[in-house]
């Protein structure tokens, strides 16, 4: 798969999915990269949990199955997020000089008052 999920682009271990997948009758779906990327930043603003980007997946193929009517309010659906998002970091700023750094721990506050308003 050409995907920013690292751990989806390998072509062994997917015969545990199908299997998941056929006795539980669920369903499979494609997610883009960007809802990848969303689901990533919006569990980890919403629960304070940063995922790996490979089980962001889910939680984008979750978000877009509500948004189709395939899952719908009531029913009982699970995520597994196994890994943490620095196990396959991928930055979502293009030039680090965008990263506000301080001195010391003590002056982290501050900057990020001056950066973000926070």
Same mark, same amino acid.
């Given at each position: 798969?050409?995907?920013?999920?690292?751990?989806?682009?390998?072509? =062994?271990?997917?015969?545990?999915? +199908?299997?998941?997948? @056929?006795?539980?009758?669920?369903?499979?779906?494609?997610?883009?990269? *960007?809802?990848?990327? $969303?689901?990533?930043?919006?569990?980890?603003?919403?629960?304070?949990?940063?995922?790996?980007?490979?089980?962001?997946?889910?939680?984008?193929?979750?978000?877009?199955?509500? @948004?189709?009517? @395939?899952?719908?309010?009531? $029913?009982?659906?699970?995520?597994?997020?196994?890994?943490?998002?620095?196990? $396959?970091?991928?930055?979502? =700023? @293009? $030039?680090?000089?965008? +990263?506000?750094?301080? *001195?010391?721990?003590?002056?982290?506050?501050?900057?990020?008052?001056?950066?973000?308003?926070?």
């Amino acid at each position: 798969a050409d995907t920013i999920a690292g751990a989806l682009r390998v072509n =062994f271990g997917t015969e545990h999915t +199908v299997v998941a997948v @056929k006795e539980s009758s669920g369903f499979g779906m494609s997610v883009t990269d *960007e809802e990848i990327l $969303d689901a990533q930043r919006t569990i980890a603003a919403k629960e304070g949990i940063f995922t790996e980007i490979s089980s962001a997946t889910a939680l984008a193929a979750i978000s877009r199955s509500m @948004k189709e009517g @395939k899952i719908r309010k009531g $029913d009982r659906v699970l995520a597994i997020l196994t890994g943490s998002g620095f196990k $396959d970091y991928h930055p979502s =700023f @293009k $030039d680090i000089s965008s +990263v506000p750094l301080a *001195e010391s721990p003590e002056r982290i506050p501050e900057v990020l008052e001056a950066k973000y308003s926070v």
